[in-house]
C-alpha cells in the first residue's frame, strides 16, 4: 500500500482537445461547473503530498493545484506525463498518480482502492472496466524513470497495459473527448 501522504496527484489538462472541436472542453459546463472542475472536487478529501495541474491553455482554475504548463502539447500526451513524473521526483514522492481532467465520473473510492493495490517500489496500477485498463493510474517511484523517458501521444499505456488492473463501473471511467460525449455524459446525469 502507498500512503496518500507520499504521492503525487497529477491531474492531466493540456491536451489538445482536437475532436472536441473549437471549444475548450474542459471549461463546457457539466451539472452547473465546468467539466475539469469535477475530478478535482472529487479528490479533495484525499490527503495526497502535493497537487499539480498539467495545463496548457485551459482557461479552468484548479484550486489548490499547482499549475506546471506543459510547454508542447502538441508532441502528445507524454510530454505531460513527463512533467508530472519530473514533479514528483522533485518532491521526493513514494508515487505518482495521474488523472485526467477530461473524466469527470472518477472517485475517491476508486483512487484508494489504486494507492491500496501498490504493494511494491515498481507497481503500475490502473483503473479498468473490467475489458481495458485505463486512468486513473498509480505509479511507484521505481517506475519513474520510465516515465520520464516516454515519447508520443501513447503516454504511458503499455505501462499500464502490464501493471495490474482494478476493475470499477465503466461509468466512472468516462471519458470526455467529442461533444457527443458530453451529451452522453449529460444524459445520465
Do not use: W
Amino acid at each position: 500500500m502507498v500512503d496518500a501522504s507520499r504521492t503525487l496527484l497529477a491531474l492531466l489538462a493540456a491536451g489538445r482537445s482536437e475532436r472536441f472541436g473549437p471549444d475548450d472542453k474542459l471549461a463546457a459546463d457539466f451539472l452547473g461547473r465546468p467539466l475539469a472542475s469535477h475530478v478535482a472536487t472529487a479528490l479533495e478529501a484525499v490527503p495526497f503530498l502535493t497537487r499539480v495541474a498539467i495545463v496548457s491553455s485551459t482557461g479552468v482554475a484548479f484550486p489548490g493545484y499547482r499549475r506546471i504548463e506543459n510547454p508542447a502539447p502538441d508532441t502528445g500526451l507524454s510530454g505531460s506525463v513527463r512533467l508530472a513524473a519530473q514533479g514528483a521526483r522533485d518532491c521526493g514522492a513514494a508515487a505518482l498518480l495521474i488523472a485526467l481532467a477530461d473524466m469527470p465520473r472518477v472517485t475517491a473510492a476508486q483512487i484508494l482502492r489504486l494507492l491500496d493495490a501498490a504493494q511494491t517500489a515498481d507497481a503500475v496500477i490502473a483503473s479498468s472496466d473490467g475489458t481495458r485498463p485505463s486512468p486513473p493510474a498509480l505509479f511507484a517511484a521505481g517506475r519513474f524513470a520510465e516515465l520520464l523517458a516516454l515519447e508520443g501521444d501513447h503516454g504511458a499505456r503499455a505501462l499500464i497495459q502490464g501493471g495490474v488492473h482494478i476493475v470499477t463501473s465503466p461509468q466512472e471511467l468516462i471519458d470526455i473527448d467529442t461533444p457527443e460525449d458530453l451529451a452522453r455524459l449529460r444524459a445520465l446525469a
